[in-house]
């Protein structure tokens, strides 16, 4: 059924854009990520909403444009220490309180993301 899609059980592309909004005005206020991140984020933030609408199983938006992920990789460039992860990790549970993602599908995507972000530590 359409709810064993966790692109569809989260609400779709509007909620997944709503997250994102919230989380890199929380990485944009970081001391640990600002740093890192450009000024501006209004093109980060229209990646990472492809890259997460295809990380649940919608559209791939991302690949379409960007080809492979290749996540690891791609974050090279940038200093990834174990504090930095879970500086990421906090704006993302803060953001998810922010929008009121709940339940099974907020643990199930959490955990994903956790381990994705660990995964990114390259330093
Ligand atoms: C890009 C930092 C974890 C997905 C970036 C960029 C930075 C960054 C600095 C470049 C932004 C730009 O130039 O616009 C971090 C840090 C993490 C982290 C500090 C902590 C572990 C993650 C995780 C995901 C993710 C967990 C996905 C679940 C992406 C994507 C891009 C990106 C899709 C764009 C890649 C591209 O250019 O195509 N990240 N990231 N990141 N990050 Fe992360």
């Not at 994102?20 to 229209?46: C, G, Q, S």
């Not at 199930?108 to 990114?120: D, I, K, N, P, V």
Request: hydrophobic share 35%; net charge negative.
């Amino acid at each position: 059924t359409e709810s064993n899609n966790p692109y569809i059980a989260i609400g779709g592309q509007e909620v997944l854009n709503e997250l994102v909004d919230a989380f890199y005005a929380k990485v944009k206020l970081h001391p640990k990520l600002a740093p890192i991140f450009p000024e501006d984020l209004t093109e980060t933030a229209r990646v990472q909403k492809q890259f997460l609408t295809q990380f649940l199983g919608g559209p791939n938006f991302y690949s379409e444009e960007h080809g492979h992920p290749m996540l690891r990789a791609r974050h090279m460039p940038f200093p990834i220490t174990e504090e930095r992860a879970e500086a990421w990790l906090q704006c993302m549970r803060e953001a998810m309180d922010e929008i009121k993602l709940e339940g099974p599908i907020r643990d199930y995507f959490y955990e994903r993301l956790s381990q994705t972000a660990y995964h990114m530590i390259n330093q």
